[in-house]
């Protein structure tokens, strides 16, 4: 099925340990976002990217990295995973332009857990 | 900076009930909203999606209104059901690439 595919579903990470958590998207879509979502906090931009080769910081960039060598992958890296780095994460993609009267499109998320 | 408030944040209702969900947010140059529905533990589903130049959208038993103007939305849902309890998210977006989001309204519909 089309959309947003994100991998993995849950993970356990001990204290300074890294990972990546992958995005994918099979619409062509040009712009691509990762949330975080914490209780009482809703939904914060992490990083977004508007195109293969570009990416920008959100409202929380602290302690992580992304790249967007292609359209379709957005992978998020955690350098040093930190117990405040515990969330749920989204990752997003749209096809912007004209586009926009489809909105945005959300992966199924990816429950971390930092101990 | 962008603001996104939801009102309320949660709503506890009989099955049948007409409901509003409201949304406002601080800086009315937006390009679009977009109302998305959020099951415990899952993600986000889209509702409906107004353009900036929009006044509403409907969807169903759904319907979205924009008053860009006084930076409000409204969320109806009409014949209320029990299916219907989830959390209802309101996010804006400014530019094409990012949204803005507000806590969300947690809804309840009992039998």
């Known amino acids: 099925n089309a959309g947003v595919t994100q991998t993995p579903k849950f993970q356990v990470l001990k204290t300074g340990q890294s990972m990546t958590l992958q995005c994918a998207q099979d619409m062509n879509h040009e712009y691509m976002s990762w949330y975080r979502q914490d209780p009482g906090m809703g939904l914060r931009l992490i990083h977004y990217s508007v195109g293969a080769g570009i990416t920008d910081q959100g409202e929380v960039p602290n302690g992580y990295n992304v790249s967007r060598s292609t359209t379709e992958d957005f992978p998020l890296r955690l350098l040093s995973a930190a117990p405040s780095q515990t969330s749920v994460y989204f990752c997003?993609?749209?096809?912007?332009?004209?586009?926009?009267?489809?909105?945005?499109?959300f992966g199924s998320g990816t429950r971390l857990t930092v101990v | 900076k962008q603001e996104v408030t939801q009102i309320p944040a949660a709503l506890s209702v009989p099955e049948g009930e007409n409901l509003v969900l409201n949304c406002s947010f601080t800086d009315s140059a937006i390009y679009n909203l977009q109302w998305f529905r959020q099951d415990p533990g899952k993600g986000l589903t889209s509702l409906l999606l107004i353009q900036s130049s929009q006044r509403e959208q409907t969807s169903g038993r759904l319907n979205a209104s924009l008053d860009k103007s006084s930076g409000r939305s409204t969320l109806y849902i009409a014949a209320s059901q029990p299916g219907d309890s989830a959390t209802y998210l309101c996010?804006?977006?400014?530019?094409?690439?990012?949204?803005?989001f507000g806590k969300g309204t947690m809804l309840l519909v009992s039998p």
């Open positions: 996010a804006v977006s400014e530019g094409y690439s990012t949204l803005t």
């Open positions: 997003a993609s749209s096809q912007g332009g004209t586009g926009q009267i489809y909105g945005y499109t």
